[in-house]
């Protein structure tokens, strides 16, 4: 089955979905191997991993379809991509869509901002009319329909920030009339908002967004559920711990050398060795290889330890 389809049937399901941010294939196996049933493609922490920089629309949608395919394939559940803001105007919209359903997502989100985009939680944002984002919401379904029609299409509403609680409300009640999958406020400042978006939006799927330390008030995952919402993603947990993991032991290296005190914040050799599927890779070179190369390979100078 398709995992756009799985996707698809799942969120025919009354409970809601917890989707953490993932950004590479690391963070994206660790997550499913924790039991995560889905994944959320976050744009913030790719730009922080494949540039160094902040999520400010750097990155093309070429760099951005290749880390969700790299993505995609590195596990066996649904992930749902960050398109940024299309690219683009329609036609571009309409492009992005198609790559990243070829790409091997189970579906997308795209917000209203203009370009170039920023982080949801940052300041000094811009917002696109609704007429011209109806057209990329469009545009997004057609391509939608003519590739992958269980392919979902999410539409993140960046208005808040620029236009008010009442402008992003009245952008979805448009989308929700115009067929869109599901809606996505981005940045909701209150629990007081929060509820009054699942009210309004009764009976259509909803995204949050709840990012330790931004704008929006980190409630329950059950009580998120209850009100509705769902599709509920800590989209930045997975980048935020490892960076400060890293940041830790290599300031400890860097001040007193390698040594086995932080070893309680290290995953060991061979516990890794199961998160990039090792065995999986001994087992094809026990079914392909000649006999004669294995042996020099396990027995030799390229002894693989663990």
């Given amino acids: 089955m398709k995992k756009s389809t799985v996707l698809r049937n799942r969120l025919k399901e009354s409970r809601a979905i917890v989707a953490p941010g993932v950004y590479d294939c690391l963070s994206a196996r660790i997550c499913e191997m924790v039991g995560f049933e889905a994944l959320q493609h976050s744009g913030y922490g790719t730009a922080a991993v494949m540039l160094g920089q902040p999520d400010v629309g750097l990155l093309t949608l070429t760099e951005m379809a290749a880390q969700v395919r790299a993505i995609a394939r590195s596990v066996n559940i649904p992930v749902v991509g960050d398109s940024d803001n299309g690219f683009g105007n329609a036609v571009n919209a309409y492009w992005t869509v198609q790559e990243f359903i070829a790409a091997g997502a189970a579906g997308l989100f795209m917000e209203d901002q203009v ?83 699942a009210l309004k939006l009764k009976g259509t799927p909803l995204m949050l967004n709840l990012i330790e330390g931004g704008k929006t008030p980190l409630i329950p995952i059950k009580e998120a559920e209850e009100m509705g919402y769902k599709w509920i993603v800590p989209p930045l947990s997975t980048l935020y711990s490892a960076a400060k993991g890293m940041y830790e032991v290599m300031s400890e290296i860097r001040k007193n050398g390698v040594s086995d005190l932080y070893l309680d914040k290290l995953i060991s050799f061979r516990d890794f060795t199961e998160v990039v599927h090792l065995d999986n890779i001994r087992k094809m070179e026990e079914e392909y290889l000649p006999k004669n190369v294995l042996e020099e390979k396990y027995h030799g100078k390229d002894k693989i330890v663990g």
């Fill in 115 to 197: 370009a170039p985009k920023r982080c949801g939680h940052m300041e000094g944002k811009q917002v696109i009319p609704y007429q011209e984002m109806e057209g990329k919401l469009r545009a997004a379904m057609d391509a939608r329909t003519e590739l992958d029609p269980d392919f979902v299409i999410i539409y993140r509403i960046d208005a808040i920030a620029v236009n008010g609680f009442q402008d992003a409300l009245d952008r979805a009640v448009k989308a929700v009339d115009l067929g869109v999958d599901m809606i996505f406020i981005e940045a909701l400042e209150t629990r007081e908002q929060i509820e009054r978006a």
